[in-house]
Structure formats: C-alpha cells, structure tokens
C-alpha cells in the first residue's frame, strides 16, 4: 500500500518510506501498526492519510506528540524529544526504596570486570533494566557510555554491576526532564567529532569508539562501540574510531 501511494523505501533504514514531487518531500516512518506522516507537501499528506483510511481502520492522532515511547513538543523556535513518562515508568517497575540521586550516570575512571563482585541469583532483572535502557539513550546521550559498559555483563552480572546499574537510574532519576532540542535556526552544516580511549577493557584491552554527529548545533547521532581488534597505540586506536565514523555516517 506505502509504494502504491508513491513512497520508495528509504536505503538506510527498512521501516522509512520517502516520497519527492515538485511540491517537496513527504516521509513515512512505519513500525507494526504505529505510523508518522510528515513533510512539506501538506496536500500529498492528506492524499496518502485518505488513502489508508480507505484500505484500513485507523486513527488520525493530530499533531506528533507521542511516538513509542518518544515524548515530542514543538514551539515556534523548533522541537524538543524526551522520554520523561518512560523514565518514569521506569523508575516505578525498579522500585528504589531512596530518593538519592546522582550527578553522573558512572564514577570517573572506572573499569569493571567480569569477576567483580558476586553472581545474581537471577540475572533477569539486570538484563530487562538493561534492555530498557539502551531503548532510553535513543534520547539521552549521556547515558550512552555506561550503558554501553553495563550491557557488556548481561550474560553473567554480578551485585557490582547492579551496583553501578542502580547509579544509573538514580541520575535518571535526578535529570528526568533533559530533552533534546532542534531549533528552526539551526545550518544544515553536519559536523561529525570522534574520540577514542586506547585499551579501554581491562580484560581484553581493546579500544573504545565514539562518535557524535551535528547538524547544525543540534545532535542527531551517536555512538559508543568496542574496537573488534586491540589496537597497538592511541593514534591505530583514533583511526580505528574515525573509520567507525566513514562507514557509518557517510
């Protein structure tokens, strides 16, 4: 039905559909049954919702403001993304039994090993808190390093590693409403910044990689990945991370 109504599926991701005309650009971004329709063509836009009522049941929802999880807000000077009712959600399924909060998801410095600590019992809590918060750093880039470490023990995660998890959720708990922001001023200018830590794993001493990506001054990518090989400097390590950055967003 989307290719019928003229949409091409996008290459970078299976779940984008992208129409052009001489009007402009319409996106359509599907999963299961949840849909968006946008762009600056507003008479295809009415075209295409009159043709999926025509063949489905469904429901025009308005205005975007909320989106699998993804809370959005718009103003005249842009919008903002946050996902405040999932961390909240969140929060209540941990059940802390304080009120603490913290001023950084993860200490400086730390390096966690595999041995650290004790075995869960039952490592099924760990793993699911885990799971829901790589889903959160769609938003929250902050929390990307340490859930990036965190995921790294899902298999067999230890009080320590708890630990450490709970300091996340506790700094969560304290930044709830940091949104992203994407003002109407901002350049179409994309500038990517990369940065790599050489031998970063205590255990297999391989590199970390990251990378950040603006348009404009807003952020619209990121990224946190472990090297696959143990790179014999820092310069080996920082090439490494600028290849992730050319295969990636180039």
Request: with cysteine; charged share 20%; net charge neutral.
């Amino acid at each position: 039905m989307v290719t019928a109504t003229g949409f091409s599926p996008s290459l970078h991701d299976p779940a984008l559909f992208v129409h052009t005309s001489p009007r402009g650009r319409t996106l359509l971004l599907l999963y299961v049954d949840d849909m968006i329709i946008t762009g600056d063509d507003p008479e295809y836009i009415a075209f295409v919702k009159a043709r999926l009522c025509d063949q489905f049941l469904m429901t025009d929802l308005g205005p975007l403001r909320y989106f699998l999880g993804i809370e959005v807000s718009s103003t005249s000077d842009g919008f903002s993304i946050s996902q405040e009712k999932y961390i909240q959600d969140l929060l209540a399924r941990t059940a802390l039994m304080d009120e603490r909060t913290v001023e950084t998801p993860m200490e400086l410095n730390v390096k966690l090993h595999p041995t650290d600590g004790d075995p869960l019992p039952d490592p099924t809590r760990y793993r699911h808190l885990v799971g829901s918060l790589v889903y959160l750093a769609v938003t929250r880039p902050d929390i990307s390093y340490p859930v990036h470490i965190l995921s790294q023990f899902v298999s067999a995660p230890t009080t320590v590693h708890y630990s450490h998890l709970l300091r996340v959720l506790r700094y969560l708990r304290g930044t709830i409403t940091r949104r992203l922001f994407f003002p109407c001023s901002s350049s179409l200018q994309l500038q990517c910044y990369s940065y790599a830590t050489w031998a970063n794993d205590p255990t297999d001493r391989r590199s970390l990689s990251a990378y950040y990506v603006f348009l404009g001054g807003s952020l619209v990518a990121w990224k946190t990945k472990k090297q696959v090989a143990v790179s014999r400097s820092s310069v080996e390590a920082e090439l490494r991370a600028m290849a992730l950055v050319t295969a990636e967003v180039t």
